[in-house]
């Protein structure tokens, strides 16, 4: 059993930032991709972005790209996501994740799922 604890969510200005930290634990794999999915009100869930085991590969969506950074410290098994002028679409639920690589991102869905942390952009 894999447990995903996430932090730093909360309530921001149109333009501010955020860092989301997420950490594993438990019977994690040797070696892990690390996401972010987030869901608004009334929305469906939408993939975020990934970060590879080793940190050298990232993706984002293009609604994030530019604006979002993702880093992981592999020896805490922990995942930090930098927000930056955000923007009141970017309000939702942001809920870390496990998968075994990056690519399995690609299906829409993950392994393993942290309860989520309330991100809200005001504007």
């Known amino acids: 059993q894999v447990q995903l604890v996430e932090s730093g969510g909360g309530l921001v200005q149109t333009g501010g930032s955020l860092i989301l930290g997420c950490t594993a634990s438990?019977?994690?794999?040797?070696?892990?991709?690390m996401g972010w999915f987030r869901q608004a009100p009334g929305k469906e869930r939408e993939f975020v972005a990934t970060?590879?085991?080793?940190?050298?590969?990232?993706y984002y969506i293009d609604a994030v790209k530019g604006r979002f950074t993702l880093s992981r410290d592999g020896a805490k098994n922990t995942m930090y996501l930098q927000m930056n002028n955000l923007k009141p679409e970017d309000t939702a639920i942001y809920y870390c994740?496990?998968?075994?690589?990056?690519?399995?991102?690609?299906?829409?869905?993950?392994?393993?799922w942290g309860q989520g942390t309330q991100v809200t952009v005001a504007s």
């Open positions: 994740t496990t998968n075994p690589e990056t690519r399995d991102y690609a299906l829409g869905t993950a392994d393993n």
């Open positions: 438990g019977r994690t794999r040797s070696s892990y991709a």
């Open positions: 970060i590879s085991w080793d940190g050298d590969f990232t």
